[in-house]
């Protein structure tokens, strides 16, 4: 595998990637604002759904209904931590503070990108590249090319904020990828396999504990969410950082 790998530190809390996630900091703690953005994200989520409950058929959106269950619980996890928000606070964080408030906005904002990519219509000659996201912190870039996937996967994971990022080129036949690498100074292997259902992109790993901290596993079944601009797929293909 031809692409470098970015490397973390297990039990890394990188400040940059809180902010990804929505963490109030001492400009975004006002609570007016806090709730008018929450307001916002919410209705945004909720047209969303009913975009949603009037595509899908019966079935499948029973199975979205509970999958948006567990996400709700999620959510609340993330959001009411206070160590997740940086803030000092005894046992969970109120629902009316504007540190859950602006979180869970936040939060509401990509959930809504990932319903809206789970609800719309495949292009007929549409392909793999793209940016993916399973909602609950994780994200992947890929660029399919004949054969490959370069991707680059970075999550963001806990109510302490763990990290991971792990980047490279996994070989790939129409619906199943592969990719393995070891960390520098490790006898250990990791490897990530991908798998492509219908419009479902599941990446699960092993060993993978040497590019994330605990609770930041890759592991997810994942929706494509955009596309990527000609600077984006550059930028990964080079394996170079490019600011989302």
């Known amino acids: ?37 929450f307001d916002r994200a919410d209705k945004a989520l909720n ?19 509970q999958d948006q269950k567990a996400w ?34 936040f939060m509401a904002e990509e959930r809504t990108r990932w319903l809206l990519g789970f609800t719309r219509k495949w292009g007929e000659d549409e392909n793999l590249t793209g940016e993916w996201s ?3 912190g994780g994200s992947v870039r890929i660029v399919e090319q004949k054969g490959v996937l ?8 806990g ?24 960390a520098d100074g490790e006898d250990e292997e990791t ?4 798998i492509l259902r219908d419009k479902e992109f599941e990446i699960i790993g092993a060993n993978t504990r040497f590019f994330h901290g605990a609770r930041a596993y ?6 494509k969410i955009r596309s990527l601009t000609q600077k984006e797929k550059t930028a990964l293909l080079n394996g170079e950082k490019d600011d989302k």
């Open 1 to 37: 595998m031809t692409n470098p790998v970015r490397f973390l530190p297990a039990l890394a809390l990188v400040f940059s990637a809180t902010v990804s996630l929505g963490i109030a900091d001492e400009e975004k703690t006002d609570p007016a604002t806090a709730k008018a953005h």
């Open 47 to 65: 047209a969303a759904w009913s975009t949603a409950k009037a595509a899908l058929g019966e079935s499948e959106f029973a199975g979205l209904k």
């Open 72 to 105: 709700l619980e999620y959510r609340d996890s993330i959001a009411r931590s206070p160590l997740h928000a940086g803030v000092a606070h005894e046992g969970e964080l109120p629902l009316t503070s504007p540190e859950y408030l602006e979180t869970a906005a």
């Open 134 to 136: 399973d909602s609950c």
């Open 150 to 157: 370069v991707f680059s996967i970075e999550c963001v994971r």
């Open 159 to 182: 109510p302490t904020s763990h990290t991971g990022e792990i980047s490279g080129t996994a070989k790939w036949n129409q619906t199943i990828g592969w990719f393995s690498v070891k």
């Open 191 to 194: 490897s990530l396999s991908f």
């Open 218 to 223: 890759f592991d997810g079944k994942y929706i």
